[in-house]
């Protein structure tokens, strides 16, 4: 009977019947952690994020590359009404989207509200937050004036009173900042982190998230224009030269951002990651359509090239945020970056 008891301790304290510990913490006696490093458990741990955010970063790309656009647009004194009308919708609903995909991925809404409690300029969810609740209601105000300017609000003397209320070119102006941060800051969320890939790379992340982002809008706004045969000619022309000169800086970015990772930017290469990071990015994304625009322009092939930039955009976000996840695993990469080993160096280019 005491044996018995003993054996039922040892087997609840994850002892097996010869007495040996189930785990141990010496790697080269635990075939369970055998050849993983740190005793198979990773120092720091990895972002739980699944394909929520990289959405929510895509769809804030593209909202500050319209508003970009749209904007510049109104200020040099091009009106183009599908333009227009495209871009304060699209605004719109991104921001209807955004603060759903992040409440979706958090588990429970209030940990949302919580955040909007203070305002802690130090922290960048806290200012992506507020800058989401700024933008959204920006946003908001435009579109209105937008539905009324349509009649989709009827004709009537609300309709009218919202025209004459809602300065839309000063709200274009003040959502315009609010918007670029917000398509910047995607970047900066991840830098300020201590995942090595990303916390590596804190000078370049948010201008490759930024200028991937406006790189999509276009591409966007090029694709609805093609789709619905709207817009002039002129706009399409200049989205066109626009696209091109984008992606141009876009691949200079990531160029620097992968010199400046150096070693703890090999996640992005593993095989894992490989198909959405070489495939889906740099070919998909950025080389096929930096071939389409150098020929002659056709309508089919326009919107070939904007589909491409959209999934290009798309999956150079979610090899990001997985890429960052394998390096938060990887005990080597982490060491190495907290030893100093990332400090800069003479020999280095960036």
Not at 91 to 111: F, Q
Not at 130 to 159: C, H, I, K, P, T
Not at 249 to 274: D, H, Q, T
Not at 304 to 317: E, I, K, N, Q, Y
Request: charged letters at 15%; a positive charge; zero cysteines.
């Amino acid at each position: 009977m005491a044996d018995a008891t003993r054996e039922t301790l040892q087997n609840r304290n994850g002892h097996p019947d010869n007495g040996r510990p189930e785990t141990s913490h010496h790697t080269r006696t635990d075939p369970k952690r055998d050849e993983k490093g740190y005793y198979g458990v990773p120092p720091i741990k990895a972002a739980h994020w699944t394909w929520q955010i990289p959405l929510y970063f895509w769809i804030g790309g593209i909202a500050a590359g319209v508003q970009l656009f749209t904007t510049l647009a109104n200020v040099l004194g091009h009106e183009d009404e599908a333009l227009t009308r495209v871009g304060r919708y699209t605004s719109l609903v991104a921001m209807i989207l955004s603060p759903i995909l992040l409440i979706w991925d958090l588990g429970r809404p209030e940990r949302f509200y919580n955040m909007m409690r203070v305002w802690k300029l130090r922290s960048p969810m806290s200012n992506q937050s507020w800058s989401l609740v700024m933008y959204g209601n920006l946003s908001g105000l435009l579109a209105v004036r937008q539905a009324a300017e349509d009649g989709l609000l009827g004709r009537n003397f609300l309709s009218r009173l919202l025209i004459q209320l809602i300065p839309a070119k000063v709200l274009s102006i003040l959502a315009l900042p609010v918007a670029l941060f917000v398509g910047s800051n995607t970047g900066t969320l991840l830098s300020a982190t201590s995942v090595p890939m990303w916390a590596r790379n804190w000078a370049f992340m948010a201008p490759t998230f930024l200028a991937s982002g406006v790189s999509t809008a276009l591409s966007y706004l090029s694709l609805v224009l093609h789709l619905g045969r709207w817009g002039e000619e002129k706009t399409h022309t200049v989205l066109r030269r626009a696209e091109r000169a984008t992606i141009l800086v876009e691949a200079a970015l990531i160029a620097a951002s992968l010199i400046r990772m150096g070693r703890w930017g090999k996640p992005l290469f593993s095989k894992e990651i490989a198909p959405l990071f070489v495939g889906g990015t740099l070919i998909g994304g950025i080389a096929a359509p930096l071939a389409l625009l150098s020929g002659k322009e056709t309508r089919n092939k326009s919107i070939l090239t904007s589909v491409l930039v959209l999934l290009g955009g798309l999956a150079f976000r979610f090899a990001m945020v997985h890429g960052g996840r394998q390096s938060a695993n990887d005990p080597e990469a982490y060491f190495s970056f907290a030893s100093g080993e990332n400090a800069p160096q003479p020999e280095d280019k960036v």
